[in-house]
């Protein structure tokens, strides 16, 4: 459920209607005090608070003017676009939108058509090394190139099915920065954001490339032209990391200016009204932080999935290795190496930028209001208070996917634990062919003793 404009209108007007403020407080004269007796400079915040009660969240060119979140990572999002991943637009100030007829959509098109080709080819290239191999440890390498081809075909379910569900949650974020300066008179900042963007984005495209010339320098069967159909692929994983990470990053630094500005504003002044701003302040927050989950919970649940099958297929390729030749550290057990480190680092930031993010988004405020003393505020500050610390217990901040998986530490612990049970299995039936095949070369080097005598 998203929050409506005219709820959150409702929580900031909870002391005085704007036109009680507008007939209280003359906002040219900035030096008269409200009957004589209120200090000056809460009358001058208050006067300010009404000031920016004028703003709206649902405008889009009062969005557009404060979403500096989009403005930092809108370069990530237009290199989604380009690799045809996800084709939203800024179609309108403060909003973004997808459209199956926009030119950004006929573009993913057109590239995933042509990307297609080449995956098709290189595909059979590899199908058809895979059924002229022999050894069974050779299979296990060619599924696993296979295996790297898999996330392109999934592009329409994960990506353009998303879409939509994606670009309410960008424009979401527009509205709440809004609301944002509205309660709390600043407006929200994201430090370094657009430097890691730039770094992230050509970070994921050298990554890319050394990751895959190195797999077809250490791995035999790999040619170098196949490469060719998994840069964009590569790419793309790259990319869904780095954004899961500034997302998170996003909810991480919003939270803590969120909480910074609620423990200066009630040591300033403590009174239900302010307490009720930042309490729905907080659940629009908290709804970002759901609605993170709920946008991509395709996209990583079968990033995930990818990710578990990788680590478990190249752990065990070279652990094969190191059963029938020793620790040699051959070139292809390297490869798998690599691969196993790639795809654990990826894993590992997807669920701790998740976990970090979480912890922020309630600690800071909940500080805030347990160290408030309940006898020096009034009545309704008690309750404001109080209905503030239940609607944090009720609205625990978590990343669920779609109640599918909540993403946490606890989800690379569980993921651990679940490749080294399918590792287990896979070894104990490498063992078990190894050991039937001993006796039948010991039968042949019986036999061939027998002829020598």
């Not at 459209?99 to 573009?107: E, G, K, L, V």
């Not at 050298?206 to 035999?220: K, T």
């Not at 909810?251 to 300033?268: E, N, P, Y």
């Not at 049970?421 to 019986?446: A, D, H, N």
Request: hydrophobic residues 45%; contains cysteine.
């Amino acid at each position: 459920m998203v929050i409506k404009d005219s709820e959150f209108e409702d929580s900031l007007n909870y002391a005085l209607l704007r036109g009680d403020m507008g007939t209280n407080w003359d906002i040219d004269k900035d030096e008269r005090m409200m009957n004589g007796t209120l200090d000056p400079e809460l009358v001058q915040r208050a006067k300010e608070r009404a000031i920016r009660a004028q703003l709206n969240s649902a405008d889009g060119d009062t969005c557009e003017l404060h979403d500096q979140f989009y403005r930092d990572h809108k370069l990530l999002l237009v290199l989604f676009r380009g690799l045809a991943v996800m084709p939203i637009l800024r179609s309108s100030p403060g909003r973004i939108t997808f459209d199956w007829r926009s030119w950004a959509s006929i573009y993913a098109y057109c590239f995933y058509a042509v990307s297609t080709i080449i995956v098709l080819i290189v595909g059979y290239e590899r199908l058809k090394i895979l059924q002229d191999t022999k050894k069974f440890d050779e299979y296990i390498y060619g599924i696993l190139f296979v295996i790297f081809l898999v996330p392109h075909f999934w592009i329409p379910f994960v990506g353009w099915g998303v879409a939509k569900h994606v670009a309410v949650y960008k424009t979401m974020w527009g509205a709440f920065q809004v609301r944002y300066y509205r309660v709390t008179g600043t407006n929200l900042q994201f430090p370094y954001l657009k430097i890691l963007i730039v770094m992230f984005s050509v970070g994921c495209l050298v990554c890319a490339i050394v990751f895959l010339l190195s797999l077809s320098i250490l791995l035999e069967g790999f040619a170098l032209w196949h490469t060719s159909a998994y840069y964009h692929i590569i790419t793309m994983l790259n990319m869904n990391s780095a954004l899961w990470y500034i997302n998170c990053r996003g909810i991480r630094v919003a939270s803590s200016s969120l909480s910074d500005r609620f423990r200066k504003d009630v040591a300033i002044e403590c009174t239900a009204a302010m307490i009720s701003q930042y309490r729905f302040l907080w659940l629009n927050l908290s709804e970002l932080l759901q609605a993170l989950g709920n946008a991509y919970a395709r996209t990583y649940s079968t990033y995930c999935l990818f990710m578990f099958a990788n680590i478990t297929i190249a752990i065990y390729g070279a652990l094969s290795e190191v059963i029938d030749h020793g620790f040699g550290f051959s070139f292809k057990e390297i490869g798998l190496i690599v691969d196993t480190v790639y795809c654990s680092t990826l894993l590992f930031i997807f669920c701790d930028c998740s976990h970090n993010a979480t912890l922020q988004v309630a600690q800071g405020v909940q500080d805030t209001l347990l160290g408030i003393n309940l006898l020096k505020v009034d009545l309704p500050t008690q309750k404001e208070i109080d209905l503030f610390i239940q609607a944090i217990e009720m609205n625990p901040a978590i990343v669920s996917l779609k109640g599918y998986a909540e993403v946490n530490r606890e989800l690379l612990t569980a993921s651990i634990a679940t490749i080294a049970i399918y590792l287990i299995v896979l070894l104990q039936f490498k063992l078990s062919l190894i050991s039937q095949q001993m006796p039948i070369e010991l039968m042949e080097t019986i036999k061939q003793g027998q002829k020598g005598l």
